[in-house]
């Protein structure tokens, strides 16, 4: 069973940063690919990022120039950078992962099968 536990989220003013970290343990040496996911109240969940374990990222059009995905395999950790933060990415942050996969890593949150119980983040104007 693998585990993902979120931190940093918060709040912060427009164009402030924030950095996102899940922690991956129980059998992280499986996931393929792994990434974060928002919902904000009424809204559907939709991807931000994802890497894959050889390090291929996908994004999220809204968020590319503004955000970076990483991982540090060895200590199995997932970050999200996020710079310029602008009030539409308020929302509830998830990290996910997927054991499976080849290639580019998806962005819809059915392909993975593990999340975090995720960290708000507030971006006020």
């Known amino acids: 069973q693998v585990q993902l536990v979120e931190s940093g989220g918060g709040s912060v003013q427009a164009g402030g940063s924030l950095r996102l970290s899940c922690a991956a343990s129980?059998?992280?040496?499986?996931?393929?690919?792994m990434g974060w996911f928002r919902q904000s109240p009424g809204k559907e969940r939709e991807g931000v990022a994802a890497?894959?374990?050889?390090?291929?990222?996908s994004y999220l059009g809204s968020v590319k120039g503004r955000f970076t995905i990483s991982q540090d395999n060895a200590k199995n950790t997932l970050s999200l950078q996020m710079n310029s933060l602008k009030p539409e990415d308020t929302a509830m942050y998830y990290c996910?992962?997927?054991?499976?996969?080849?290639?580019?890593?998806?962005?819809?949150?059915?392909?993975?099968?593990?999340w975090g119980q995720g960290t708000q983040v507030t971006v006020s104007s």
């Open positions: 129980g059998y992280a040496d499986s996931l393929y690919c």
């Open positions: 890497i894959s374990s050889d390090g291929r990222t």
């Open positions: 996910a992962a997927a054991p499976v996969g080849g290639g580019w890593c998806s962005l819809l949150p059915q392909l993975y099968d593990y």
